[in-house]
């Protein structure tokens, strides 16, 4: 499991992360995103060394541009677009300062790892699983309810990119609260994600002509229609001790399914619509 956890990871610092950024229309976030493989390449060097002074060294560098990253959100939360400045598009706006934030938790979560430290009573086994989902269920589920968010604005687009936030830090907490807390953020996270995923498939799918962008908008939709079922499953089994799948299974299934088949599927359409965009103004 830790190979394919390993190469999760990669996909989401080396890929996700970078790409999202471009998508994020805030230009404060371009010199960042330039230098993010800077910080990201150490990263992933580090989830293929053995625990110790130098995997954990090499996750710090990757800590500090996550850091930086999440810094961004300050101000941005205090700005004129703020969601305490604008509330028509404050939903967005958290969607987004989510998106900032939570890198930083898996990079927390990495360097302790890499460390072979438990942190918050949590040992390096549960610690590697929390990196990748702060990467997927964390940075990009809030960052495309944001970009649903923009273009289906209505009562489900902004559902959609406030429960995502709530769920995922609902499910934060749950690490520390309980079981039973941590089912209330996977029910809250499914919740938005369905609700992304039933907006990708009926209002941004339809509106665009390209087959490809079709295609991994299609695709993006449908996988989370399964993936997050079995998010459920396994949070329900965990609080009430009904059967449910291991770690091993959900990471081959639910973990790989979010990564490639939403994560990348989605980055990729969003990527082309821009492009498609370039010369009609902004998807914003």
């Known amino acids: 499991m830790s ?3 390993g190469l999760i990871v990669m996909l989401g610092m080396l890929v996700i992360v970078p790409a999202g ?9 371009d010199r960042i995103g330039r230098f993010w493989p800077v910080f990201a390449a150490p990263g992933a060097v580090s989830l293929w060394l053995p625990r110790g002074r130098a995997a954990t060294v090499l ?14 959100a300050v101000p941005r939360a205090a700005g004129r677009d703020g969601p305490l400045r604008s509330p028509a598009t404050a939903p967005a706006e958290i969607a987004l300062l989510t998106a900032l934030v939570t890198p930083a938790v898996a990079a927390t979560a990495l360097v302790a790892e890499r460390a072979g430290h438990p942190l918050f009573g949590f040992g390096p086994g549960i610690l590697a699983l929390t ?17 649903v968010s923009r273009v289906a604005d209505g009562p489900a687009g902004r559902f959609a990119a406030l429960s995502v936030p709530l769920g995922t830090l609902s499910v934060l907490a749950g690490y520390f609260i309980g079981d039973w ?5 996977a029910v809250a996270l499914t919740a938005g994600m369905w609700t992304v995923a039933l907006l990708t498939w009926r209002t941004v799918r339809p509106a665009h002509r390209d087959r490809a962008t079709r295609l991994l908008l299609a695709v993006s939709a449908a996988v989370l229609a399964v993936t997050m079922v079995l998010a459920l499953i396994w949070a329900l089994g965990e609080a009430t001790g009904l059967p449910h799948p291991g770690l091993l299974w959900m990471a081959t299934t639910h973990g790989v399914g979010n990564a490639l088949g939403f994560a990348l599927c989605s980055v990729l359409a969003w990527r082309r619509l821009h492009l498609l965009h370039d ?4 998807i914003r």
Do not use: K, N, Q, T
């Open 59 to 72: 996750a710090l560098c990757y800590g500090i541009g996550a850091a930086l990253l999440a810094l961004h």
């Open 21 to 29: 950024l471009r998508l994020a229309d805030a230009p404060e976030l």
């Open 131 to 147: 990196v990748p989902h702060f990467h997927f269920a964390g940075f990009a589920a809030a960052l495309v309810a944001g970009l």
């Open 181 to 185: 807390a941590e089912l209330v953020g």
């Open 3 to 5: 190979v394919l956890v």
């Open 279 to 282: 010369g009609e103004g902004s």
